[in-house]
């Protein structure tokens, strides 16, 4: 069973190049995966090594993307540079305010250097990923954005009250704007608590289904950037038994086929090949 995941921190909190090699070659596979560079935790000079060194590890192995998460250190003096790596998708905010837009914690809207980057990523080719952005930035972002939005990793409000999930008319937005949505496995925003369990993901994608189709929804696993996963949901090789729960529940094969590959595979295959 294949899987294309829309968001995975794994290539800045593996320490070294030698585990980073072995998660590619023994865990990925036949999986394709975004893979981020979480920037919240790194100046600018890290931001961008780490940003040269994904984009060398993807022109090695074609079955990974490129991600940006928080582009706090993007600056007037470094864009061109920041550009110059191809960028696949660039999330310009974590939880807390920065100089280009509001995090999920914070209050900011969308900056004019903000829009100026996202004019700048999307004549560059990069799509703009949402996740973690405020409500009044991710409407700003909406208006500004000539391409479709996407949001990487989150789940649906209407199943938990989160500020990191996505509320009905966002989903609309998004999907309005030939974007996807990637279902995280972030315990707490499954659940509300730091447990959570296969049902739980289970519910949210019958949400997602139910209310708008499995077109544009896909998986955003944050593997790595959280320390809370649904019980028995610890790596790819766990997903089967999303899989068989997802069966037992009403779902086809061709369906969870889609939300676990294929719409994420058409999208890529759309925008970056």
Request: net charge neutral.
């Amino acid at each position: 069973m294949k899987v294309f995941d829309a968001h995975n921190d794994f290539i800045t909190e593996l320490k070294s190049d030698k585990k980073i090699n072995k998660y590619i070659n023994k865990t990925i596979l036949d999986n394709k995966v975004f893979c981020s560079v979480w920037a919240s935790k790194l100046n600018e000079i890290e931001a961008i090594n780490f940003i040269e060194k994904l984009n060398w590890l993807k022109n090695q192995h074609k079955n990974l993307y490129s991600l940006v998460e928080d582009c706090h250190f993007i600056n007037p003096e470094n864009i061109d540079l920041v550009l110059s790596q191809k960028i696949n998708l660039a999330g310009l905010v974590w939880n807390n305010d920065n100089n280009l837009c509001g995090g999920a914690l914070g209050r900011a809207n969308l900056s004019d250097f903000g829009k100026i980057v996202i004019n700048r990523f999307e004549d560059n080719g990069t799509i703009i990923d949402t996740a973690h952005t405020n409500e009044i930035s991710f409407n700003d972002i909406a208006k500004v954005a000539t391409k479709p939005i996407v949001c990487s990793h989150t789940a649906m409000f209407s199943c938990l009250n989160h500020p990191r999930n996505l509320k009905d008319y966002q989903i609309k937005l998004i999907i309005e704007s030939g974007g996807f949505v990637g279902l995280t496995f972030v315990n707490e925003f499954l659940s509300g608590t730091s447990f959570a369990k296969v049902k739980d993901v289970c519910e949210h994608i019958m949400y997602f289904a139910i209310k708008f189709g499995t077109e544009n929804l896909c998986l955003g696993t944050d593997f790595f950037g959280t320390k809370h996963l649904p019980i028995g949901i610890k790596s790819y090789a766990h997903l089967e038994r999303l899989k068989q729960n997802l069966l037992k529940v009403g779902f086809n094969e061709s369906e969870i086929e889609n939300i676990f590959y294929n719409n994420l595979n058409n999208f890529a295959n759309k925008f970056f090949n």
